[in-house]
């Protein structure tokens, strides 16, 4: 086959020892990452990366896929006919952010099957926060605001990840998150410039969204033992600290405009440190819920879980049917 | 930022007719349907109201994630026919308080008998072979009808029309690559593909009954006469069934009656659903 | 065809997981539940234009994959036209042998219009 040859020929001119091999790996790698430019899937690359990147890769797109959830559960009662429709193509868009994801993991040489069973098996981790309940309308604009406002502070910098394919995934996905950020917004602000009772109803999604939403950026940066490595190698461009710090000061703006406030009354701005400050978050809570104790996380693994098990007779029989038809062919050719 | 322009395709809204601007024709008078035709427009937005509120609920459950977006987009397309359709009906109505009936009025303030949709629209999800068994036929249905509306003497009826067959046509291709699919699969999923259709057919006949009114709107050229899709609706659905060695289901017709607001036991709990919020607060906007 | 054949797959002088794991490692065959290929979708977003890689999806096979590229990446107008690959139906080269493969055009300037500068200024040229 092509593909053998092309990859023999080369290697062949290029022979020497494993060893040397693995010192110029290194070393391209090294000038790779120096330059600030990209590694792609077929580029030798250090063990410990590709590691971090699956587990960085796959969590974000398990994230993406439950993250549809949440917003799912009101696409049925959303309150409007035009509302419904923005809800749909959102939530849609999130399965499209998965599918980006898993395709650049992809290409690190897990396939999604696998990472899919990781994830219904309760061994892969994702988000926390999609494990808190949509319990109002209000929550779908909440959820818009927040949330995919704090995945687009977290996925800009992205962009420019090392990894050529999370990269080119994330600049698509960005493209299509700046929608989700803005119909939260606007959702709210409906609710708040509507009757008292959506405002109020706008108000408790905020109170309950917030702290979850800022704890998205991860632990604190003393308390983020990986974040150091993958700054070194240009994964991740800015700290856990940094992106909330950011992410509270566009908030504290927006706010305002929404004529709501957030549930922290510690948010100042440091002269000194030129950052935005917030309240203590309870991290002992962000720790229980990623430990699989949060309001929603039997439940949406559970949805997972059906959709994939209760879906595989329908991959097999499309996967027969296509094997079937290729015999066909087959025998016409013989 | 440099990245941004590295992806390798580009986005754009496109320039289709969109539901909002039926709903501005309406409201400034360009459009005006009469009592008849805004009544045959209700009959038309409620089969695709009803039909995507039913897909909506397969977003984050399709049997691959690939398929969740499918279903994602057939469902926004016909949300999208509903709304054109229902701000065009509601130019013909008002409300108690003598406002022109939105879309939104009309969705979520009417009781079930006062919807106008076949029985078949409803017919629960079941599993991925029952939703693509309704989905076999209710796409191949609307493609006719929609490529005969499109010579409609009402200009808005026909304008809707020539949006929505380019996207329904696209629905029975998906539909019929999923009977071929699941009839010649596994044993499995050919069994669960007859059944699928089994479930469906009674509610066909239906689809293709003549009334009153549709009598009076087609010898005006306004509608099509439902029973006159009949014979094309038998052959393309029969060229995908003779190529799946399925055969059409002998089972009874359901008396139906969806178009004088005789539904089966499920409307009530579609509406229930779909109506909760709008209606704890009335007058509200969203 | 592997249902996991993939072009981008690392290459095997490469770590822990080289270019044969996802192949040779028997446990995700067992788990692959009879999982679609891999497919790289191209779009042409506009007449005139070429087919770009847009990505990669899932698909059973190529009407499929056809079908589902329109639904994930031409969800807003990205094009008017796809292609779509099995994924192992890709060669390419070999990363590793960048030097040989493509030292040759290096230094080569005279195959680039900018390295005739007597011309300069001369009209129509
Ligand atoms: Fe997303
Ligand atoms: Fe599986
Ligand atoms: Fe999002």
Redesign the interface.
């Known amino acids: 086959?092509?593909?053998q040859?092309?990859?023999s020929v080369?290697?062949e001119?290029?022979a020497g020892t494993?060893e040397t091999?693995?010192a110029?790996?290194q070393a391209n790698f090294d000038r790779v990452i120096a330059e600030d430019s990209r590694i792609?899937?077929?580029?030798?690359?250090?063990?410990a990366y590709?590691?971090t990147l699956l587990r960085q890769i796959s969590q974000h797109a398990h994230s993406e896929?439950i993250g549809?959830?949440p917003e799912?559960n009101w696409?049925?009662?959303?309150?409007?006919?035009?509302?419904?429709?923005i809800l749909?193509?959102k939530?849609?868009?999130e399965?499209?952010h998965?599918?980006?994801l898993?395709?650049a993991a992809?290409?690190?040489?897990?396939?999604?099957?696998?990472m899919t069973?990781a994830l219904i098996a309760g061994k892969a981790r994702y988000s926390s926060i999609f494990n808190y309940p949509a319990l109002t309308?209000a929550d779908m604009g909440a959820i818009g605001w927040l949330v995919d406002g704090a995945a687009i502070c977290n996925q800009?910098p992205l962009?420019?990840a090392s990894y050529g394919?999370y990269?080119?995934?994330m600049?698509?996905i960005?493209?299509?998150e700046s929608f989700h950020q803005r119909q939260g917004f606007e959702?709210l602000l409906?609710?708040s410039n509507?009757?008292p009772?959506?405002k109020q109803m706008a108000q408790d999604a905020v109170n309950r969204w917030y702290a979850p939403a800022l704890m998205m950026f991860g632990p604190p940066d003393d308390d983020s033992p990986n974040s150091k490595q993958s700054m070194a190698w240009n994964i991740k461009r800015f700290s856990n600290d940094e992106l909330r710090s950011r992410f509270v000061g566009m908030m504290v703006e927006q706010v305002r405009v929404l004529g709501l406030t957030l549930p922290d009354d510690q948010i100042r701005f440091n002269e000194d440190s030129k950052k935005w400050e917030h309240g203590p978050l309870d991290w002992d809570e962000f720790h229980e819920v990623l430990a699989g104790r949060g309001p929603c996380n039997s439940q949406r693994l559970e949805?997972r879980r059906?959709?994939h098990d209760?879906?595989?007779?329908?991959?097999?029989?499309?996967?027969?049917?296509?094997q079937?038809?290729?015999m066909k062919t087959k025998e016409y050719a013989a | 930022?440099s990245?941004?322009n590295?992806?390798a395709t580009r986005?754009t809204p496109g320039n289709a007719l969109r539901?909002e601007d039926i709903a501005l024709e309406v409201r400034t008078g360009l459009a005006k349907p009469t009592e008849d035709t805004a009544e045959y427009a209700l009959r038309l937005g409620d089969d695709a109201?009803i039909l995507?509120?039913r897909l909506?609920?397969w977003?984050?459950?399709?049997?691959?994630?690939?398929?969740?977006?499918a279903l994602?987009?057939i469902?926004?397309d016909e949300?999208?026919h509903?709304?054109s359709f229902?701000s065009y009906a509601g130019g013909a109505m008002t409300n108690d308080d003598g406002s022109a009936r939105s879309?939104?009025d009309l969705?979520?303030f009417r009781r079930e008998h006062e919807f106008r949709s076949v029985q078949l629209f409803e017919q629960p999800n079941g599993?991925?072979a029952a939703t693509i068994a309704r989905q076999f036929v209710v796409s191949y249905y609307q493609f006719l009808l929609y490529s005969r509306l499109t010579e409609s003497k009402d200009a808005t009826l026909a304008a809707i029309a020539a949006k929505a067959v380019k996207e329904v046509d696209y629905h029975r291709d998906h539909a019929a690559q999923w009977v071929?699919?699941?009839a010649?699969?596994?044993e499995?999923?050919r069994k669960?593909m007859i059944h699928g259709f089994r479930i469906m057919w009674p509610y066909v006949e239906e689809l293709f009954r003549d009334d009153d009114l549709t009598g009076r709107l087609a010898e005006a050229g306004i509608a099509v006469a439902p029973s006159s899709l009949k014979e094309d609706f038998d052959r393309l659905t029969g060229e995908v069934l003779t190529e799946a060695g399925l055969e059409v289901p002998d089972v009874p017709a359901a008396p139906g009656g969806g178009r004088q607001g005789k539904h089966s036991e499920h409307l009530g709990y579609i509406l229930a659903?779909?109506q909760?919020?709008?209606r704890e607060?009335p007058g509200?906007?969203? | 065809m592997s249902?996991?054949g993939?072009?981008?797959?690392?290459?095997s002088?490469?770590?822990?997981?080289?270019?044969e794991?996802?192949k040779a490692s028997p446990?995700?065959q067992e788990?692959?539940?009879?999982?679609?290929g891999?497919w790289e979708v191209f779009v042409r977003s506009s007449r005139g234009l070429s087919h770009v890689h847009a990505?990669?999806?899932?698909a059973?096979?190529a009407a499929?994959a056809l079908r589902n590229a329109r639904d994930?990446y031409t969800?807003?107008n990205e094009g008017v036209s796809i292609w779509v690959v099995p994924a192992?139906?890709?060669?390419?080269?070999?990363?590793?042998?960048k030097?040989?493969?493509f030292e040759s055009p290096q230094g080569k300037d005279y195959r680039h219009a900018t390295y005739y500068t007597k011309s300069e200024g001369v009209k129509h040229l």
């Not at chain 1, 792609?40 to 063990?47: C, L, R, T, V």
């Not at chain 2, 977003?59 to 977006?69: F, N, V």
């Open positions: 086959m092509a593909a040859n092309l990859q080369p290697a001119l290029t494993s091999a693995e110029d790996g792609e899937p077929k580029d030798w690359m250090p063990a590709r590691k896929i549809m959830q799912a696409i049925s009662r959303a309150p409007s006919l035009k509302r419904k429709a749909m193509a939530v849609q868009d399965a499209g998965g599918l980006y898993y395709s992809e290409s690190l040489g897990q396939n999604r099957d696998e069973d309308w800009v962009c420019r394919p990269g080119r995934a600049v698509r960005c493209k299509e959702i409906e609710l509507g009757t009772a959506q949805r059906e959709a209760g879906g595989a007779w329908v991959r097999e029989a499309a996967a027969a049917y296509a079937k038809q290729s | 930022m990245e941004a590295a992806s986005i539901p109201l995507a509120q909506g609920h977003i984050s459950r399709a049997p691959e994630l690939e398929e969740d977006i994602g987009n469902a926004l949300l999208g509903a709304r229902l879309e939104d969705a979520y599993d991925f071929l699919r699941l010649g699969g596994t499995e999923s669960r659903e779909m909760v919020l709008a607060h509200a906007s969203w | 249902p996991h993939n072009p981008e797959a690392p290459a002088s490469a770590t822990e997981i080289n270019r794991a996802p446990a995700p788990h692959t539940d009879h999982a679609w891999l990505g990669s999806l899932h059973p096979d499929m994930l969800r807003r192992d139906a890709i060669a390419a080269s070999d990363p590793d042998s030097g040989a493969f």
